[in-house]
């Protein structure tokens, strides 16, 4: 390794360490409390967040400029998805699939209405555009309400997306496919979730 590089790569990790050890993330211009993220606050590529946040929106990435892919899907550099690691498949049966989870784990309007504020202008929405702030692992496949898990989509609401929810959820509770499967595919490409797990 070259000194400059060496250089570089001694200040990323000291960034990192700093940024990890930090109770705050500044998401615009304002601090944020910082959620327990077992990754350290990133993720590699395809693999998703863990984050236990229940009843609150956190901020365990910085969100700047996103753009939307067609679909409509989630931009994965802004919104990688995150899961609640307290949520396993040990115990779905007392968590996701018990009556009155999400109700328990959703955070108030105030905390979703200042992240819609931040993630609507990083994706370019409009004011006024038809679409509505949404999980890309849905809280009842066990997702967190970290920044790295929500964003605007577009369309009609309810959204196609919440019947695919439905029946991964289901498919989940029945045993028919693992949590996990069920995350990763819903956070990959939820048009072709079901299909991906078998249940098309």
Not at 6 to 32: D, E, F, N
Not at 158 to 169: C, Q
């Amino acid at each position: 390794m070259t000194r400059p590089a060496l250089v570089v790569s001694l200040a990323i990790a000291v960034l990192l360490v700093t940024a990890c050890s930090s109770k705050y993330v500044t998401v615009g211009s304002s601090p944020q409390p910082r959620a327990a993220v077992s990754t350290g606050g990133s993720a590699a590529a395809g693999q998703l967040l863990a984050v236990h946040d229940p009843g609150h929106v956190t901020y365990s990435i910085t969100v700047t400029t996103c753009h939307a892919l067609s679909g409509p899907e989630a931009d994965p550099a802004c919104t990688p998805g995150s899961i609640d690691p307290s949520v396993t498949q040990a115990d779905i049966q007392t968590t996701i699939c018990k009556s009155g989870y999400t109700t328990g784990v959703r955070p108030p309007s105030s905390e979703t209405n200042k992240a819609k504020k931040t993630l609507y202008v990083a994706y370019g929405i409009a004011t006024g555009t038809t679409s509505e702030l949404d999980h890309l692992v849905s809280l009842e496949l066990g997702g967190s309400n970290d920044v790295a898990n929500l964003w605007p989509e577009v369309g009609s609401v309810p959204n196609p997306k919440d019947s695919v929810e439905n029946a991964l959820h289901q498919a989940v509770c029945a045993g028919t496919v693992t949590l996990a499967a069920a995350q990763r595919a819903i956070a990959s490409n939820w048009q072709t979730a079901e299909q991906t797990l078998g249940l098309g």
